[in-house]
């Protein structure tokens, strides 16, 4: 707050013109006063004066009246004068001449008396004061014998005369109160009555106030008291209400156990019937569809992979062993069928979830299978996964996964509006509200479609990536900077550094026929008693694999180096080759960073974060932490990179096993400089590729709405990987099946639908069952439409693809058009080309083609001919012709003209695309 300053009065400009100056003038002029005279009057109309004398300066106001009335001169006097100003100049400034009659009455008071001066009586008489005895100095009371200054002897006189008249006062105010009270003490006896009623009166009302506020307190208790016991009364009442309800659904649940147990009983009874009258069982009901319990039998059988063409003869064979005859068994066509009804009960139970649990991650990953894209949905809750999806798109863009997306969530709708009588825009509402995050892995495109969805459905989804596929990155990065720094050519075919070509290679020679050697491979395994899946598959960067066959091929260097010494293996350079490389230095020393990598960080890291649901001890997002502290982890031993050959911890601060044989003999590794070079080399990789992996969530501000969100979500996306996996299976197993079985297959597997049927009163699983089947039909339609469409966009894709590659050979053609021995150099790039057609050519390039007509093919959603006639080259441009066109079915008359390239032209004709007439 700043300062406060004292408010200064203005001072009047041309304050003799003033009225309130000239009345001061007149009559209070100091200067008239005799300067002999030491009892002047000082009336506050001189103080006045001299204040606007003075501009409005009370310090100098007060030190003139000091000097020139004869008053002591101290602050007492100055803030005397700043209240007579406060009290007249400021507070009647604004209209002087208003209050000039209240200004004049204050003038003529006095502002300040010396003893000794003489006071105007209030009739304005004077009269003589008291003038004060005269002190003796032998006997004043002083402390030395020292006789008074004269202006000590003053001061002492005025002392003695305020003493005298404040003596003088206090007797008089004391007989006055004398005089009051006798007054008071002589009233008449009435008054004192009166009194004393009112006194009595007084207690008395404070008696009952008193007691007043006890009983208010009695009666606030009581009323808590009676607040209470109402509203233990209903809770009790509402406890009573609920278990009455409960009680109530309990008896429904009974009832409609009794009536099932009664009606399955009358089956059992008539079925019994039946076998005692040796009849044949019939599986359909009323001779027309099979009977709820056929369909439970054969998706048992369908739980347990049996193939579709076996489930029919099985079910019959196990029947007649049973002694059990049946009419008829459900045809392979009626099987499938069976399949896509599961699939439809695989759909409803995924919607039942979605629509009544919160927080939902929304899950997709795609892959492609001999030639056909596929894209798994899924949606995961804490502790279980659904597989919504699973369909063949026509191609890897945004719109394509944004389309399958949508397409899945209202296939969830639909079917649980359809099932339970719910309008559909409610239901879509509820699932989409329901779902708050997506997961998948760092592709581009993947972004871009969650874009595209959260702008659709007006949400901002949390957009979750997987903690495993980073390990895929860091793998290629290792192998890229081991790469860099390799001096020794590899004897291996590959562009991959000497351990990645050997890790390949060895999986070729465990596993593949004809380039490797899988029976001498197993016999080797079980002459040195080691199991047969010592070698793991190895596909590409998967996770953790690379590391892993590293340290298993340090373990055993020595003994598989001597089985490639053996004479017995077929394969001849792949041998000689695969020996040499693990033989030299630079590949051993490869093998033993890569080997140590998978110890401190690829094999924790996979046991950290490859966790089955509802067993994960960190969440989604405090992963993220775990995952910071592992990158400062690696950035120490940046500077000192042989302490990962001293460590007791990983990066993950788990105590290392030091029991593990692997890590014991990956402890021996040679320290030289090379070993130092791989090791920042890859440090430096793992370090870049975490940071490139993990930028928007290092950089992330996660709030606790976030986190609540994100519980559903898990730490890993392998759940898509395990569907396309099923998907590769069941593709290989059964090549020709329809996308529309293996989906509806793969779904229910995965949700384990048949258990939920299981869980489930019988009335409850027949009416889902019923309703599954005509829903099943209908769907298979639907896809059959869907699959035509897609095969179209493919072949349209396809079409638009060679379109492009066919324009820039047409732009290279018409470049070559443009030189002079364009014939020689075209000839080279189109063969097949007639000596008409270069005529043609010739004539369209040198003008001799106007007003004749021709034929031109477009290509607009396919190829469209259309008929058209050369008008003439365009005014200004000889190198553009003026062409009408005209589809082959209209008239000439409804033509439309177009400018057109001669070159464009040109090259159509070598394309066969235009023909002159």
């Known amino acids: 707050m700043p300062r406060q300053r004292k408010r200064k009065l203005s001072s009047c400009t041309n304050v003799e013109d003033t009225i309130l100056y000239k009345f001061l003038y007149e009559n209070f002029n100091y200067s008239e006063l005799s300067p002999d005279d030491n009892n002047k009057l000082c009336l506050k109309g001189h103080v006045l004066l001299i204040y606007m004398q003075n501009q409005s300066s009370q310090t100098s106001t007060a030190e003139i009246v000091a000097s020139t009335f004869g008053f002591p001169f101290n602050p007492c006097l100055i803030s005397k004068v700043h209240y007579l100003t406060e009290c007249t100049i400021a507070k009647y400034k604004s209209n002087v001449t208003k209050y000039l009659s209240e200004i004049q009455n204050i003038c003529y008071q006095i502002f300040y008396q010396l003893p000794s001066t003489t006071a105007p009586n209030s009739d304005l008489t004077p009269t003589k004061a008291i003038q004060p005895t005269e002190i003796n100095p032998v006997s004043s009371n002083l402390r030395s014998n020292d006789e008074l200054t004269p202006r000590r002897r003053h001061l002492k006189r005025r002392l003695s005369f305020v003493s005298q008249a404040r003596s003088e006062d206090k007797n008089k105010y004391r007989k006055k109160i004398c005089l009051l009270k006798s007054q008071i003490n002589s009233q008449p006896n009435l008054i004192k009555n009166l009194r004393r009623s009112v006194h009595r009166k007084n207690e008395r009302i404070s008696n009952l106030l008193k007691k007043l506020h006890k009983y208010e307190i009695d009666s606030g208790k009581r009323f808590l008291k009676c607040k209470k016991c109402i509203w233990q009364t209903k809770k ?16 429904a649940v009974k009832d409609a156990i009794i009536t099932s147990l009664q009606s399955d009983k009358l089956l059992l009874e008539d079925e019994l019937k039946e076998l005692k009258e040796n009849k044949a069982r019939s599986l359909k009901k009323n001779n027309k569809t099979y009977d709820v319990m056929t369909r439970l039998m054969f998706f048992n059988c369908l739980l347990y992979q049996a193939p579709t063409s076996s489930i029919s003869p099985i079910v019959s064979s196990l029947s007649q062993r049973l002694g059990v005859l049946l009419d008829c068994v459900p045809h392979r066509t009626s099987v499938d069928n069976f399949v896509r009804e599961l699939g439809v009960i695989s759909d409803l139970q995924a919607a039942e979830v979605a629509m009544k ?152 020679l465990r596993y593949r026929d004809g380039k490797g050697d899988p029976k001498n491979f197993i016999s080797f395994l079980l002459n040195e008693n080691l199991p047969k899946g010592l070698i793991p598959r190895y596909r590409g960067n998967r996770l953790h694999v690379f590391f892993h066959t590293c340290g298993i091929l340090v373990l055993h260097y020595d003994q598989i180096l001597s089985f490639l010494k053996s004479p017995a293996l077929s394969s001849g ?66 500077s000192n990179p042989f302490s990962i050959f001293t460590r007791n911890l990983d990066f993950f601060g788990e105590i290392l096993d030091v029991n593990d044989p692997i890590l014991e003999v990956l ?33 992330m501000n996660v709030s606790d709405l976030m986190s609540t969100q994100t519980e559903s979500a898990r730490l890993h996306n392998m759940d898509s990987e395990e569907v396309i996996g099923m998907f590769s299976a069941a593709k290989k197993k059964a090549p020709n099946a329809t996308m529309c079985y293996m989906s509806s297959r793969i779904r229910s597997l ?32 639907a896809n059959r439409v869907r699959t035509s469409e897609v095969t179209k966009e493919i072949a349209l894709r396809a079409e638009q693809k060679n379109q492009e590659t066919e324009q820039k050979e047409r732009k290279k053609i018409e470049k070559l058009l443009r030189q002079d021995n364009y014939i020689d150099k075209i000839k080279e790039l189109i063969t097949n080309v007639t000596e008409q057609t270069w005529m043609d050519v010739q004539e369209l390039l040198s003008g001799n083609v106007i007003d004749r007509l021709i034929c031109h093919y477009w290509y607009s959603a396919g190829p469209v001919l259309y008929s058209g006639r050369v008008k003439g080259l365009k005014k200004g441009m000889k190198d553009v012709y003026l062409v009408k066109y005209w589809l082959d079915d209209e008239d000439e008359s409804r033509g439309v003209d177009y400018d057109m390239s001669k070159y464009q032209l040109a090259c159509d004709i070598l394309f066969k695309d235009l023909t002159l007439l």
Not at 236 to 251: D, G, R, T, V
Not at 603 to 624: C, D, E, N, R, T
Not at 767 to 777: H, P
Request: hydrophobic content about 35%; proline content about 2%; charged content about 20%.
């Open 750 to 781: 995965k949700n384990r639908t048949v258990a939920y049927l299981d869980s489930m009163s019988v009335s409850d699983m027949t009416e889902r069952v019923t309703w599954a089947i005509g829903v099943s039909r209908s769907r298979r339609q």
């Open 236 to 251: 009790h009442q509402e406890i009573l209400k609920k278990m009455k309800s409960s009680f109530n659904k309990e008896l």
């Open 573 to 638: 350079s792949l041998i000689s080759c695969l020996h040499s490389d693990l033989n030299s230095e630079t590949g051993k020393k490869q093998l033993f960073v890569m080997g140590m990598v998978g110890k401190l960080l690829t094999s924790p890291w996979m046991k950290k974060f490859y966790i089955a649901p509802g067993a994960q001890a960190v969440s989604h997002l405090g992963a993220v932490t775990v995952i910071k502290e592992v990158l400062a982890q690696v950035d120490q031993c940046l």
């Open 357 to 508: 649990t919160p927080h939902l991650t929304l899950g997709f990953d795609s892959t492609t299978q001999e030639g056909v894209l596929v894209n798994s949905v899924h949606l995961t809750t804490p502790t279980d996964t659904f597989v919504i999806a699973l369909d063949q798109l026509s191609g890897g863009r945004a719109e394509d996964y944004e389309k399958h997306l949508i397409e899945s969530i209202k296939n969830l709708a639909y079917a649980y509006s359809d099932f339970h009588k719910i309008e559909f825009s409610t239901c879509h509402n509820e699932i989409i509200k329901n779902i708050s995050n997506t997961m998948s892995d760092r592709a581009s495109v993947n972004h871009a479609s969650i874009v595209k969805l959260n702008a659709l459905w007006g949400k901002t989804l949390n957009e979750l990536n997987c903690h495993l596929h980073p390990l895929d990155s860091i793998s290629k990065g290792c192998r890229l900077a081991l790469k860099s720094l390799q001096t020794e050519r590899s004897s291996l075919i590959g562009s991959d550094c000497i351990a990645g070509n050997i890790v390949l290679q060895i999986d070729k």
């Open 667 to 699: 402890l021996l590794c040679p320290q030289d400089k090379e070993v130092e070079n791989m090791i920042k080399a890859s440090l430096s990789s793992i370090a870049e590729t975490i940071n490139r992996q993990y930028k928007r969530y290092l950089s």
